[in-house]
């Protein structure tokens, strides 16, 4: 009986976490700039390129750069000054000039095939974004994380409150209710501190919901140290058969 809950415990515990990290997983993925892993690099011939790219490239020497975002998988074909760029890391563009969705045989630069042509500044993402492309481009497992990712990303509160209303076995519901909209704080905290530290723009509701995350934090553990629930319960419940006796 004991060795039984102590499984269902684990596995609990073990689905919180999966749950936990593909969220984060996800909401890093989808605050990056436009990134990917790097495939392969090219000279760039500027006699092949039209006029108007031409126009928007910087002075000196550039390079192509193609890569691949897992998820959904693209190729982009990104036309960048030419500086050091850190082997294994995933890129991102900075300063991105132009995004352009285009037949790639129409504007066959390298030779291969790719979706969308870049124009910016390419630089290395950090170590735990480099994991996170990688891991979503894994053939089969990426598409499990990324999907349970974005199951995650609009279940996760309320996953987390009713585990908590049924840990409190119905003694507790403000707590609950409280945990639920800390976590969905927390995965706009997470978006903007990713957003903002690739220079994107942040929405007005994600920094409201990312600053409500400490208050949230610290009146859920109030509410779970200092109220005692089951009476602020009764109470109301007493209060609601008087008012329902009028």
Same mark, same amino acid.
């Given at each position: 009986?004991?060795?039984?809950? @102590? $499984?269902?415990?684990?596995?609990? =515990? !073990?689905?919180?976490?999966?749950? &936990?990290?593909?969220? %984060?997983?996800?909401?890093?993925?989808?605050?990056?700039?436009?990134?990917?892993?790097?495939l392969k690099r090219?000279?760039?011939?500027?006699?092949?390129?039209?006029?108007?790219?031409?126009?928007?490239?910087?002075?000196?020497?550039?390079?192509?750069?193609?890569?691949?975002?897992?998820?959904?998988?693209?190729?982009?074909?990104? @036309? $960048?000054?030419?500086?050091?760029? =850190? !082997?294994?890391?995933?890129?991102? &563009?900075?300063?991105? %000039?132009?995004?352009?969705?285009?037949a790639w045989y129409?504007?066959?630069?390298?030779?291969?095939?790719?979706?969308?042509?870049?124009?910016?500044?390419?630089?290395?993402?950090?170590?735990?974004?480099?994991?996170?492309?990688?891991?979503?481009?894994?053939?089969?497992?990426?598409?499990?994380?990324?999907?349970?990712?974005?199951?995650?990303?609009?279940?996760?509160g309320i996953v987390?409150?009713?585990?908590?209303?049924?840990?409190?076995?119905?003694?507790?519901?403000?707590?609950?209710?409280?945990?639920?909209?800390?976590?969905?704080?927390?995965?706009?905290?997470?978006?903007?501190?990713?957003?903002?530290?690739?220079?994107?723009?942040?929405?007005?509701?994600?920094?409201?919901?990312?600053?409500?995350?400490?208050?949230?934090?610290?009146?859920?553990?109030?509410?779970?140290?200092?109220?005692?629930?089951?009476?602020?319960?009764?109470?109301?419940?007493?209060?609601?058969?008087?008012?329902?006796?009028?």
């Amino acid at each position: 009986m004991g060795g039984g809950n @102590i $499984t269902k415990q684990i596995v609990l =515990v !073990s689905l919180i976490i999966y749950l &936990v990290v593909s969220m %984060v997983a996800y909401e890093v993925y989808q605050n990056l700039p436009t990134s990917g892993i790097l495939l392969k690099r090219y000279e760039v011939n500027r006699d092949q390129l039209s006029e108007d790219i031409q126009g928007q490239l910087s002075d000196g020497r550039n390079i192509f750069i193609l890569m691949e975002s897992p998820q959904p998988s693209k190729k982009f074909l990104l @036309i $960048t000054p030419e500086y050091s760029i =850190v !082997s294994g890391l995933a890129v991102g &563009v900075r300063d991105k %000039v132009i995004e352009w969705d285009v037949a790639w045989y129409k504007n066959n630069y390298i030779g291969e095939k790719y979706d969308t042509l870049v124009i910016g500044y390419a630089e290395n993402l950090g170590i735990l974004e480099t994991i996170i492309e990688k891991m979503f481009s894994l053939r089969y497992v990426g598409k499990v994380l990324y999907y349970t990712g974005i199951f995650s990303h609009y279940t996760v509160g309320i996953v987390f409150a009713i585990g908590a209303a049924i840990l409190a076995r119905k003694k507790k519901i403000f707590t609950p209710i409280l945990i639920g909209l800390t976590m969905y704080s927390f995965e706009f905290l997470i978006g903007m501190i990713t957003a903002s530290s690739y220079g994107l723009e942040i929405s007005t509701l994600s920094k409201f919901a990312s600053i409500s995350f400490p208050v949230l934090f610290i009146s859920t553990i109030l509410m779970h140290v200092y109220i005692n629930e089951e009476i602020v319960l009764l109470k109301v419940k007493n209060m609601y058969k008087k008012v329902k006796m009028f």
